[in-house]
């Protein structure tokens, strides 16, 4: 689903990326770990569109997205990509379900149909109690959990996460990991986790190691 061919990526004289070549296919959760400075943030940011990459190729379900327009690459990634941050990035001002519901809104969707979907997902995640309550008045957890619903609003081919858990005490990390495989197993999601959580690594079905901007492993893992 995912083909990354010889990507490289440098900042001025440094060199982050070299020549990195990967495949995730559809229905896979992979986990991105390497040391500081790996080079595993550019390489989710290239994969997501958020960065172009100096050489090479990425393509999402046959579309290489290397080539498109900015404007074309925005719709792409609003209807395509999910994205899920270390620090939720949730609105203050709105509250969850507005949040939930904001991409599905920029994708053109109806108010109502945004609405019906952002809802169908908070009460999968079990925080129907809590949509019309805005990002101060929820927990951590809480927060990160509509950082997901809201990543996946719009069915995306596939949700990146960047140290989804980083922020997050051991009880609510758990919670994060099994709700992963719970979104893998009953929706088919596929997940790309740059992480340094050992445990959530171990549940991947493939782990990818970079080192010094470059594929250095490539492993299986999931029980």
């Known amino acids: 689903m995912i083909e990354v061919r010889d990507i490289s990526k440098s900042y001025d004289k440094l060199q982050v990326l070299r020549q990195v070549s990967i495949d995730i296919p559809r229905g896979e959760i992979v986990a991105v770990v390497g040391p500081s400075g790996a080079g595993k943030t550019t390489l989710l940011q290239i994969i997501g569109t958020l960065e172009r990459p100096d050489s090479g ?11 498109l327009g900015e404007r074309r690459l925005a719709a792409f990634r609003n209807a395509r990509i999910g994205f ?17 519901m904001m991409p599905a809104l920029i994708g053109g969707q109806s108010r109502g149909e945004s609405m019906r979907r952002a809802m169908e997902l908070i009460e999968y995640l079990g925080l129907a109690d809590r949509a019309s309550h805005k990002p101060s008045e929820l927990s951590g957890g809480e927060r990160q959990r509509a950082a997901v619903a809201r990543a996946l609003v719009n069915s995306p081919a596939v949700v990146l996460a960047d140290e989804p ?19 893998n197993r009953d929706k088919g999601q596929t997940f790309v986790i740059v992480t340094h959580d050992e445990s959530l690594a171990a549940g991947a079905h493939r782990v990818i190691h970079l080192r010094d901007g470059m594929v250095e492993h490539i492993g299986s893992s999931m029980q």
Not at 170 to 182: A, G, I, P, W
């Open 165 to 183: 858990t980083g922020s997050l005490d051991s009880h609510n990390r758990n919670d994060m990991h099994r709700l992963f495989l719970d979104l």
């Open 57 to 67: 190729t990425v393509k999402i379900d046959g579309c290489d997205v290397t080539r």
């Open 84 to 100: 899920i941050f270390q620090f939720h990035q949730l609105l203050p001002e709105f509250t969850m379900l507005e949040n939930v």
